[in-house]
């Protein structure tokens, strides 16, 4: 039995995994395309043909709509502006209440915000880390307008039934899609069950622009509303004969001819950059499937898992180790890992100091809505004790190296015991 690097032994990993990079020759010659023609944006902030964007944008568009089978796809340049863009075009107005998990991203909970409405937390599942939706069922209230669920390392959430439970109460379901592409629930793609869907084109994502995000829907209205969201809505609502104002002022969230060339070019190989993140991530769950404590990411029946993260479970009483101690091995060996994701949302200052626009507090003054440890049990133990993480879209990894990390978990399986008695003698 070979030593554990963390005790001074070698480790198995020695060198540095490469990071991935997905643009190549492809991307390379469709922005020089775009280059050559002189129009890098095609945009005009009023009410002509030019006010979809210019060619590559709308093309980006159809052929997303294509292959996610969509009715609509409008870009814009950024995830965060998509969630925006949402916000805006389902009307949510001050006040109002959206129901939103606290394990995402800040920016998922920033939305609302922006227009005026307050972020209503409800735990997460245990089994894909998703909103669950019983908590959603207790959360809502006369003022929720929308649940923004976030489809999270790459898995579905329970779309179906949180779907179900935006139908029954009359609201929307957004869905924060910024890291499942190609991920479905029961074979239909994440980002397409809700009302609308936001896809993050941010660099390292499964595909990217640099910068960049695509909403989905099937309602021609939102649709419309959000192109109007996206390039100065105000300047237009007239010509356009929208009638609902609400929200419909400037913004430009538009996205580039040159992002939107880039953008093309990755699509047409989404499933390969898709299915190197799957062959790593499944490689990994192969590591650690015969060791007790230890739960590879879980994948429902009919769900498609593309893993943004590979989210394992740690138990540390079955393990006989804990999460920091065995974090810190696989790290000695070489393999970068990292422990419980972010925070819960509700502990940062803008919550708990609950001021957000303005200096007086708004919009939580006025709003009964908590925001308190505690009060999302599954996402703090997933944060404080639980979840293992590793990011299969940043490292570019070969078969050798596959190899090389089923040895470094089985090597630390073989250590157990002594890396029992470290962590004895470390609190002692």
């Keep these: 039995?070979?030593?554990l690097a963390l005790f001074g032994g070698k480790p198995i990993i020695k060198d540095s995994f490469k990071p991935y990079k997905s643009i190549g020759d492809k991307e390379k010659a469709a922005v020089m395309e775009v280059m050559d023609s002189g129009c890098i944006s095609g945009f005009y902030g009023s009410w002509n043909d030019k006010f979809w964007g210019g060619k590559k944008v709308q093309e980006f568009e159809q052929k997303w709509a294509q292959k996610f089978k969509v009715k609509h796809a409008i870009s814009v340049n950024s995830n965060t502006s998509g969630?925006?863009?949402?916000?805006?075009?389902?009307?949510?107005?001050?006040?109002?209440?959206?129901?939103?998990?606290?394990y995402t991203m800040s920016a998922t909970?920033?939305?609302?915000?922006?227009?005026?409405?307050?972020?209503?937390?409800?735990?997460?599942?245990?089994?894909?880390?998703?909103?669950?939706?019983?908590?959603?069922?207790?959360?809502i209230s006369p003022r929720t307008k929308a649940i923004l669920v976030?489809?999270?390392?790459?898995?579905?959430?329970?779309?179906?039934?949180?779907?179900?439970?935006?139908?029954?109460?009359?609201?929307?379901?957004?869905?924060?899609?910024?890291?499942?592409?190609?991920?479905?629930?029961?074979?239909?793609?994440?980002?397409?069950?809700?009302?609308?869907?936001?896809?993050?084109?941010?660099?390292?994502?499964?595909?990217?622009?640099?910068?960049?995000?695509?909403c989905t829907t099937n309602?021609?209205?939102?649709?419309?509303?959000?192109?109007?969201?996206?390039?100065?809505?105000?300047?237009?609502?007239?010509?356009?004969?929208?009638?609902?104002?609400?929200?419909?002022?400037?913004?430009?969230?538009?996205?580039?001819?040159?992002?939107?060339?880039?953008?093309?070019?990755?699509?047409?190989?989404?499933?390969?950059?898709?299915?190197?993140?799957?062959?790593?991530?499944?490689?990994?769950?192969?590591?650690?499937?015969?060791?007790?404590?230890?739960?590879?990411?879980?994948?429902?029946?009919?769900?498609?898992h593309v893993y943004y993260v590979w989210a394992a479970k740690i138990d540390s009483d079955i393990l006989g180790v804990s999460r920091s101690i065995f974090s810190k091995a696989l790290v000695a060996e070489g393999l970068p890992n990292f422990e419980g994701y972010l925070a819960p949302l509700y502990m940062l200052p803008i919550f708990q100091k609950r001021i957000a626009m303005g200096r007086d507090g708004f919009p939580f003054n006025g709003s009964d809505v908590e925001y308190k440890q505690g009060m999302c049990p599954v996402v703090e133990d997933m944060k404080d004790n639980k979840m293992l993480g590793f990011e299969p879209c940043i490292y570019d990894i070969s078969d050798n190296e596959l190899l090389l990390i089923e040895d470094v978990f089985s090597k630390l399986h073989d250590n157990i015991i002594a890396l029992r008695d470290y962590e004895y003698k470390e609190a002692s």
């Design 1 to 3: 039995m070979s030593e």
């Design 83 to 102: 969630l925006y863009a949402s916000m805006a075009a389902i009307g949510i107005s001050p006040a109002d209440e959206v129901i939103i998990s606290p």
């Design 109 to 139: 909970a920033m939305a609302p915000i922006g227009y005026g409405a307050v972020p209503v937390f409800a735990d997460i599942e245990s089994e894909t880390f998703g909103l669950d939706p019983d908590c959603v069922r207790a959360a």
């Design 150 to 214: 976030t489809n999270i390392f790459g898995h579905a959430a329970r779309l179906k039934e949180l779907k179900a439970i935006a139908d029954e109460h009359g609201i929307y379901l957004i869905e924060d899609n910024a890291q499942a592409p190609l991920g479905t629930d029961d074979g239909q793609y994440c980002g397409t069950i809700g009302h609308i869907g936001v896809f993050s084109l941010n660099y390292h994502k499964h595909i990217h622009t640099g910068e960049g995000g695509i």
């Design 219 to 304: 309602d021609d209205n939102l649709a419309q509303r959000l192109a109007m969201v996206r390039n100065h809505a105000e300047a237009v609502a007239e010509p356009s004969g929208i009638d609902d104002l609400t929200n419909m002022f400037g913004h430009n969230f538009r996205m580039t001819e040159l992002s939107a060339a880039i953008g093309l070019a990755q699509l047409g190989d989404i499933e390969i950059h898709v299915g190197r993140r799957e062959k790593l991530s499944n490689a990994l769950s192969k590591a650690v499937v015969d060791i007790q404590g230890i739960s590879p990411p879980l994948v429902r029946d009919n769900c498609r």
